[in-house]
């Protein structure tokens, strides 16, 4: 039972949702756009979610897309973790989309909701941010395509009143191989210790985390160190985790010292997995 | 369908091959409103945060834990809850295989299982783990309901 | 009639496999007032003050309660909670206000608009802190509370209950001692978690009788503590249970039931609803146990255990509710089963700012084993023996005695060396009990053994009907709660065998009304089939006595020339004499209009016999009437990388007395092993350093899922208890008891550490490997 009261809308064009975004924030209602949800529902019914206006955006067509446009695959916001892993257009990111939650919760969690996800783990948005990925961004400018790693620093930085209706991946990258390793701390459903997506292009390896830090992301610097052929793969580890952007999590789930200790692992394997070690 | 007060609306939902109709909040979730307003008591409440599966309907025919559904995003789609299987091998196979004791998860567990069954009827023992672990029973040690799902899948 | 033995469906099967199984929570009607609490975020502190004038602003509030409206205290062995916290809280989760609203999202928003300024005092955050000198306490007037019979609280301490258990000379044990070890186990508060949360509805008619409407174990249980609290006759407190959503001891009790009867009072008597969210389940409402124990152990060289001591700190939390109970039983079980002449066992409950905990599956048993059964692994290993082994030469048998001194006999005992022999060659032990699997895999096998006696009331009884209809099928009303055990099945199933007919022609009541239905004590301590048993027996024998002396007179012969069976009543030595059942159960009419007899109502009941209170000294008496037992074992495969593990197998071996249901049992078994590798592996409560539960959801507390639990073999060894009907034991606990043993065991081997701590978690094991600093230093 959610306590708080809102009105809820389902445009069918982007343009009106952004219109409608407008008017509902004019009105003080303070509205977020509205996609899988389970994330507002369950964070509503315990009082850490307030809005007076939802706005669906499940009935806007860019946002459920899933098509092959110039050379890039075109996945809309509202598309379901279950529905892009089954559709296998983009097996890294099917493969960590199925590593969050459970299956039934992924026929309704989004692409878009995981993106805009208020918990620190955003596990989508690892494949998107190694394969360079452009986001379709609707606003009151019209539609704007900017690169992923231009609008997204530890959260999405979108401005207030756009959405993402969908993101456009190279066709190139998704045949490249990949690694992707979720660690938990003993269930297999739940949220990550390590979560770490891997791809290897043009020889060189690209990684990104979740779980380590409090947000997930992606780092040129600790790649560096990982690619760096000559050294040894040991060293290379130990100065590429001296590197995190931020301090090692320590929750229920794990202590500081034990993730360093399997993020160490993961690396290694996932290194060897793709041939850089 | 909209109330631009904020307050209640009118829910037409299409559940069991039934039009229903029901005065709720847009923030009622789908299995608030099922079970309070439509009587439909089967879809239980385990932990209204998606973790446990009690709650499982299908919505155009794919398991959806019903307290992560507002009801008015369901309005157009085909729902499918418990009391709307009659007589399915997969409920016929869970009494068979004893895949229940207090029975509470039953409905959700059973749902799930038809939706797979469903759509993956010659699933592996990967799909059907990947499927199935959306719901918790904290009865049975699960080979029971291993034993009922692979059954009908068998039959298949 | 072959019923018993057979895998009769369960009676309530249809209805639950078509969304008709009808829960407490099910229960809609317009003009039903609901139910919200406002819950303390603090685990100990002074209340300063409650302001609810926000609340009242909210729409459709019909009444706001805190402690001030009720001056009662409550609990069955220590009256020391209130219903709403008053003047303090002393748990995280602690009711502190309610609200009653015409609707549960206008009692939410009530409830969450309460503002409550509290004033945060010194905190109790494990047992070992509530005994520490000058510890705050959690009671200060401990002292003052109304208490059981044999409940012992030492003044001006944490410590509302004491239980000593001495057996023999301990001097003479230790100097017969070749091997001496000692070790410490522990592990924090935990959750029922039943996948239905509790749930009450409360009514109170005009002319002051109680309806209460419970997801509870014990109904009964509720009338008379109701009655008993707010001294009102028993006879206006009628209770209600539908089915339950599972239980494990955590809806034994009474607590949500309190509350909705303080709301229904405060609306004038209107009917109110609550149902505990997900999070006030696992919290607010009792929890599983928790203990700190130290064992010190010594054997003989040829491997004869000969002394024990043993200190048992159980975490009653902040309340005792059924705690310092349970911490009776695993004292009156204290050694496990094995023979241990010299003894001396001191159980502390303890007081401190947790939970507080209640009956949990076992009751004190899987805790106690734990602690018992690491010392014994510790032990085989100082001593240089094979744990099976050690077990084996120490397994109790019948003429040895049990820690309370009572002679334990094959009756009341079951073979435990036949488990172990059964054991030993489906766990394969003696091909190899660790081996590597490749760089970094390892396989390694645990074993446990287990005994439980049953603890209850001493007076503790089960009542049991049985009518007929026309067509001489027949009804039979128990008392006991169907909370998924499958009871009322095999209540069936004997009334069909002792009947002789069809058990589809057993009517069984699933609800309970506690108005009419024959009481039973409390559906705990797997003593449904005992105590119900004996009782619908007893009940069928009376029906069936009746139905002989009316066929009798029909057929012109003496009743004890008759037998019932088929539907039929004939003469024994010459069958084609016969009435029908159906002819007489409803009497006998004779073609004249005459008729005779009557309906056949049976009627049964059964009480223990021969229980008594432990000595406050010594611990002598007669806890329960058998301890069952069983062995188990448990196979893992760990990964030597991050210490993570799958549990291959999982093995239990029960003496079962007599299999009535083999697929009820054997279910039974294995969710009770599931529940118990869960607890092991994973299930704990995590506390911050100020007592507040940080994972007090399902997405946080993870519970076992499908595709996690391992390959399961469960055997039977039957060796009947003569006071049993058709010999059947107890069951439904024993698959949890040695689980968190065998596993811990599995694991050690595997890792090479010695694990004393749960949960089992693969950070757990990685910091004793990496001989890093953990909780327990």
């Known amino acids: ?277 | 369908m909209e109330d631009r007060e904020g307050c209640q609306v009118i829910v037409n939902l299409r559940v069991n091959d039934e039009i229903r109709s029901a005065v709720a909040r847009p923030a009622d979730t789908l299995l608030d409103v099922l079970r309070e307003k439509l009587g439909l008591t089967g879809a239980k409440p385990g932990c209204k945060n998606g973790d446990c599966g009690a709650c499982t309907v299908l919505v155009d025919g794919w398991p959806q834990k019903s307290c992560l559904v507002l009801a008015v995003e369901a309005v157009g789609q085909w729902i499918t809850t418990i009391e709307g299987l009659k007589d399915t091998p997969i409920q016929r196979a869970f009494i068979e295989q004893w895949a229940f004791q207090c029975g509470y998860c039953t409905p959700g567990f059973i749902m799930n299982s038809h939706g797979l069954i469903q759509h993956h009827p010659n699933a592996n023992d990967e799909t059907i783990k990947d499927w199935l672990s959306s719901n918790i029973c904290r009865c049975t040690g699960y080979r029971e309901i291993k034993d009922a799902v692979t059954s009908v899948l068998k039959e298949k | 009639m072959d019923v018993i033995g057979k895998s009769v469906p369960r009676k309530e099967s249809p209805d639950k496999v078509t969304g008709r199984a009808k829960y407490t929570g099910d229960s809609m009607e317009t003009g039903l007032l609901h139910a919200r609490m406002a819950a303390s975020p603090y685990a100990h502190a002074r209340i300063v003050k409650v302001d609810t004038s926000h609340a009242w602003g909210i729409q459709g509030v019909r009444a706001i309660i805190t402690g001030d409206f009720c001056d009662v205290l409550t609990g069955e062995e220590i009256r020391d909670r209130p219903i709403l916290a008053k003047d303090k809280v002393r748990y995280f989760g602690e009711t502190v206000a309610v609200v009653v609203a015409d609707s549960e999202v206008s009692a939410k928003r009530a409830a969450d608009a309460i503002h409550i300024q509290y004033d945060p005092l010194p905190v109790v955050n494990s047992p070992a802190a509530a005994i520490e000198k000058n510890a705050p306490l959690v009671h200060e007037n401990m002292m003052s509370y109304e208490k059981a019979i044999g409940v012992a609280s030492i003044p001006g301490t944490n410590i509302p209950s004491l239980i000593k258990i001495r057996k023999g000379d301990m001097e003479q044990g230790w100097r017969e001692c070749g091997t001496i070890i000692e070790n410490t186990v522990s592990f924090a508060p935990s959750d029922h978690s039943a996948m239905e949360t509790r749930s009450a509805l409360a009514e109170i008619s005009p002319d002051g009788r109680i309806h209460i409407e419970t997801s509870s174990q014990a109904p009964f249980a509720v009338k008379k503590y109701m009655g008993l609290y707010f001294n009102i006759e028993q006879g206006r407190i009628r209770v209600k249970t539908p089915l339950v959503g599972g239980g494990y001891g955590g809806k034994a009790a009474i607590q949500l039931e309190l509350i909705a009867y303080l709301a229904s009072k405060a609306v004038g008597g209107r009917k109110v609803k609550i149902v505990n969210t997900r999070e006030e389940d696992m919290v607010t409402s009792p929890a599983h146990i928790g203990l700190e124990a130290r064992v010190k152990l010594g054997c003989t060289d040829e491997g004869k255990i000969r002394a024990a001591e043993i200190v048992y700190l159980f975490d009653g939390g902040a309340y005792c509710d059924k705690s310092s109970d349970v911490a009776r039983a695993a004292a009156a079980d204290c050694t496990g089963p094995y023979a241990i002449e010299h003894l001396h066992c001191d159980c502390y409950t303890v007081y401190t700012n947790h939970p507080y905990a209640t009956a949990y599956r076992g009751y004190g048993h899987a805790e106690l084993t734990f602690a018992m059964e690491r010392a014994l692994d510790v032990l085989a290993e100082k001593a240089g023996l094979d744990p099976l082994e050690l077990r084996l030469r120490n397994a109790v048998v019948p003429g040895n005695t049990s820690p309370t001194r009572n002679v334990l006999t094959a009756s009341n005992l079951g073979n435990l060396q036949a488990c172990i022999g059964r054991l030993r060659i489906l766990a394969e032990w003696d091909d190899w009990k660790i081996k590597t699997i490749d760089s970094h895999k390892i396989r390694a096998k645990g074993i446990s053994c287990c005994w439980k006696n049953s603890s209850m009331d001493p007076n503790a009884s089960s009542g049991a009907v049985i009518s007929f209809n026309a067509d001489a099928s027949v009804n039979v009303e128990s008392g006991v709660v169907e909370i998924g055990t499958g009871t009322k099945t095999v209540l069936a199933q004997m009334v069909a065998e002792r009947m002789k007919m069809a058990p589809e022609h057993v009517h069984v009541r699933i609800r309970v009304n506690t108005m009419i239905t024959p009481e039973h004590w409390k559906t705990v301590a797997s003593r449904g089939t005992f105590m119900a048993g004996r009782a619908v027996l007893e009940a069928a024998d009376d029906a069936i006595a009746q139905l002989l002396r009316i066929a009798a007179c029909v057929l012109r012969t003496d009743p004890e020339e008759l037998e019932l069976g088929y539907g039929k009543i004939y003469v024994k030595a010459d069958p084609s004499i016969h009435i029908k059942v159906k002819d007489i159960c409803y009497g006998y009419t004779y073609p004249s209009g005459n008729s005779i007899g009557g309906q056949i109502i049976g009627r049964g009941s059964y009480m223990q016999s021969r229980m008594t209170y432990l000595d406050p000294h010594t611990g002598e008496g007669r806890p329960g009437p058998e301890w069952n037992v069983a062995a188990q074992a448990v196979e893992v495969e760990l990964d030597t990388r991050e210490y993570r593990y799958k549990i291959l197998k999982a093995i239990s071996v029960i003496d079962a007395g007599k299999v009535l249901n083999p697929k009820g049992a054997e279910g039974q078994v294995m969710g009770a092993m599931s529940m118990g590798l869960g607890f092991a592996g994973r299930e704990s409560f995590l506390f911050d350093g100020q007592g507040v539960v940080l994972n007090a959801s399902l997405r946080d507390y993870t519970l076992i899922r499908y595709g996690e639990h391992p390959d399961y073999v469960v055997e039977f060894v039957e060796t009947p208890c003569v006071e049993a009907p058709f010999g059947a034991r107890a069951l439904g606990e024993h698959g949890l008891i040695g689980m968190p043993a065998a596993l811990a065991s599995a694991l050690s081997r595997a890792a090479g550490v010695r694990l004393n701590e749960l949960p089992l978690i693969p950070e757990l094991i990685w910091r004793l490997k990496a001989g890093m600093p953990h909780d327990s230093d």
């Open chain 1, 1 to 277: 039972m959610i306590p708080i009261d809102f009105e809820y809308y389902r445009p069918a064009a982007a343009d009106e949702a952004v219109r409608l975004f407008q008017q509902l924030s004019s009105q003080g209602k303070e509205p977020v756009y509205y996609s899988g949800g389970t994330e507002i529902i369950t964070l509503a019914r315990i009082n850490l979610f307030q809005t007076r206006a939802v706005i669906d955006i499940k009935g806007i067509p860019e946002c459920s897309a899933l098509a092959f446009q110039d050379q890039k695959l075109v996945l809309g916001s509202a598309l379901t973790l279950s529905r892009i892993y089954d559709s296998n257009v983009f097996p890294l990111l099917g493969e960590v989309a199925a590593g969050i939650a459970d299956r039934t919760s992924r026929n309704k969690i989004t692409l878009g909701g995981n993106l805009f996800s208020r918990l620190i783990y955003r596990e989508a948005v690892l494949p998107l941010l190694l394969t360079d990925s452009v986001l379709l961004i609707a606003g009151r400018s019209g539609v704007k395509q900017i690169q992923i790693d231009r609008i997204f620093d530890r959260t999405m930085q979108v401005e207030k009143g756009d959405f993402v209706a969908a993101a456009m991946t190279d066709l190139n990258y998704l045949s490249m191989r990949y690694a992707a390793v979720k660690k938990r701390k003993i269930a297999e459903i739940d949220y990550p210790l390590v979560s770490l997506a891997a791809i290897r292009v043009d020889g060189m390896i690209r990684l990104a985390f979740s779980g380590v830090c409090a947000f997930p992301f992606r780092s040129r610097l600790m790649e560096e160190i990982l690619n760096r052929g000559r050294q040894p793969l040991k060293s290379r580890i130990e100065e590429a985790v001296g590197q995190l952007p931020a301090p090692i999590l320590s929750d229920i789930r794990g202590s500081a010292e034990y993730r360093e200790y399997v993020l160490k692992n993961v690396l290694s394997e996932s290194i060897r997995e793709l041939g850089g070690a």
